[in-house]
C-alpha cells in the first residue's frame, strides 16, 4: 500500500493506493496523524486506488476520523471502488464515512 | 475439485504478512479459475482475507508452541471453498460466530465487525479444533 499527501487549497488529499489491510492499517494511522497534527485539518482520504479493505483498515479509519476529530479538523472519504463499498454497507459504516465522488466535493456545502 | 497447494507445502507463521500472502494466492486462484464472476471473487476474497486476519490477530498459541497458518482453497463449478488451519492455536470460544453472539460494535469502535461480516459474505462458516490446532472453513456458491 502507498500513501500520498498533499495540500489542495484547505483540504489534505492523502491518496492510498493498493489494499487496505492489517498489513497497511497502521501505516494509515501514521500519515493521518501526521495530516491532522497542524490542527483543523480537513482531510480526504482519496481511495480511488484502493482495491479492497478489511476490518482492519476501516478500524483504521475510524481511527483516522477520530485524530482528526480531536485535533479539531475532520476526515471524509472519496472515490470508493466497489469492493470497499461493500465492506461499508455490510458494516452499515457508510452511515459514519459518506463515500464523496470526488476530493473536491468531500467537503461541499460544509 | 482443484486443490491448490495443500497445506503441508504453505505454513507459514500468522504474522500480518499472511494476508498479503493470503491475496496472493487468490490472485492465482482467479487467474487459474476465470470464470468465477468478479463480484463473487471480491466477496469471498474480502470474507477469507478476514478470517486470515483474525487468525493473526486472535489466535492463541498452545503452551511451547506458535502459530502457523496455511490456507487451502477449492474451486468447483458451484462452489468456492476456504479452509484455514491454525495449527499450534488452543481452542477458543468466539461469541460473534453465534448470530445474536455479539452486538454491533460502537459507530466509534476500531474493530468488531469482521466476523459478522464474514458470516454475511459466506453460506458456510465454521470453526472446529483438529489434531494439532483448529480449522476455519469457509463455503459460498458462486454459480
Sequence with gaps: ?110 | MCSLDPPASCRTLADCEAVNRCHERLDRLWEAHPGVPPRERARFETALVEIVGNVVRHARPGPGQRVEVAVELNVDASFLEARVHEFGAVHADIPHLRAAGAASPAAEAESGRGLAMVRSLVETLAYAPTEGGNVWTLRRRHA
Design chain 1, 1 to 110: 500500500m502507498r500513501f500520498t499527501t498533499s495540500t489542495r487549497g484547505d483540504l489534505v488529499e492523502i491518496a492510498a493506493a493498493g489494499k487496505l489491510n492489517m498489513a497497511s492499517a497502521s501505516e494509515l494511522r501514521r500519515v493521518v496523524a501526521e495530516a491532522a497534527a497542524p490542527g483543523g485539518a480537513r482531510i480526504v482520504v482519496n481511495l480511488a486506488g484502493t482495491e479492497f479493505m478489511d476490518s482492519s483498515g476501516l478500524g483504521a479509519l475510524v481511527g483516522c476520523l477520530k485524530t482528526a476529530r480531536g485535533a479539531g479538523g475532520d476526515l471524509r472519504i472519496a472515490n470508493v471502488q466497489e469492493q470497499v463499498r461493500m465492506v461499508l454497507e455490510l458494516t452499515n459504516m457508510d452511515r459514519i464515512f459518506t463515500p464523496y465522488p470526488s476530493v473536491e466535493t468531500a467537503y461541499d456545502g460544509v
